[in-house]
């Protein structure tokens, strides 16, 4: 199956895919972090978007999944040379990939992938559309946390108009019963949206805070902050993380910008599952690959 955008899963998927998680999870604070449940099948990795976490964390959780894993040097590849994205990726299905995971610019990429080829597509991200693994590995590590996502409340802030993870995690996280509020500077909050969007009434008694980067390689125009105006206006600082809830959590899908939207001591603090996230990510791209090419029996 292809995984584009959360609505792909059904409620039974979700369950399924948080419960492997938390099986590969453990599985891979072992030495041996073989195992086979990909073995000799082939994942091609194409990202024409840049990448640090979710190319790595896809590249593992294949790898350690058995699977033999390609990667498509994007910048170098035949796009390159005028070649359509449909064309490269039925280049691929030619060769039998089992997988293709995608990140691309255009929202909506994966969807006309997916329409031509055989491979499963697995969405790593369509510019400003969606990113359905960093949502689920976000709702695993506050299940793995908390124990529970219903009835949290979680505060997604910063640039929610530009982010594919402000959707992909907003969708699952109030499917599974979170009360989330969104804020941002008004510029960058979705188009007709009219709740509340300051960030000081949404951290207030929240379980959960999750800070977002400005994308601003997809602003048009310049936001025109200075230096440290963007962090004492919108950003997560001491005084406002007093105001969430007892023992709540700082969660930031990365790449953060440390003393813009995030100050770099509440980034490293205890409070922080900023790298329980990244662990959590290979983890649930090993679930996520594992459900769409083989289908959803549980290894747990
Ligand atoms: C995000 C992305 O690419 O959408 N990063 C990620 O995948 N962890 C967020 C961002 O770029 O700000």
Redesign the pocket.
Known sequence: MDLIRPSDLSDDQLDHLLREAEHWLEHNRVADKRADRLAGRSVVLAFF?N????LLSFDMAAQRLGAMVTTLPAEKSSVAKGETLIDTALTVDAMQADALVM?HPEPGAPDSVAEVIRAAVVN??DGTGE?PT?GLLDTATIHHHFGRVEGLKVAICG?IRH???ASSTHALLERLGAKVALAGPTALMPEGHDGPDGIDEAVAGADVVMM??I?RERLSADLGDKPGEYLERYGLTEDRFKTAAPGAVIMH???MNRGVEITGELADSEHSLITAQVEM?VAMRMAVLDLCINGSDDTA
Not at 51 to 54: E, F, K, M, V
């Open positions: 978007e990448s640090t976490r979710t990140r790593a991200g990113h960093q640039d982010s594919r993870v977002l980067r994308q899908p990365g790449p990510g």
